[in-house]
């Protein structure tokens, strides 16, 4: 997972996300980590258009968003 995260970072790569919260809701997260420590990450996240943070421990899948013409700025 790790070489994933600084993939997004350095690349500005989106990654997609399914993320148990604390209140154990799931949610499907669209993002682009901007910082990893080795218990949280720092996100932009694109569903709620602000930077979030996320407990790594309750991260349950990450993978690359499928591919698409739009390059992010954020």
Known sequence: MDGLLMRSI?????????????????SQRNLLVK?????YIRAYCL???????????NILSIMPKP???????H
């Open 10 to 26: 350095e690349e500005n790569v989106p990654l997609e996300m399914i993320y148990l919260a604390d209140n154990q809701e799931v």
């Open 35 to 39: 910082e990893v420590n080795n218990e």
């Open 47 to 57: 569903l709620r258009k602000q930077i979030r943070t996320f407990k790594r421990e």
């Open 67 to 73: 591919r698409s013409n739009n390059r992010y700025l």
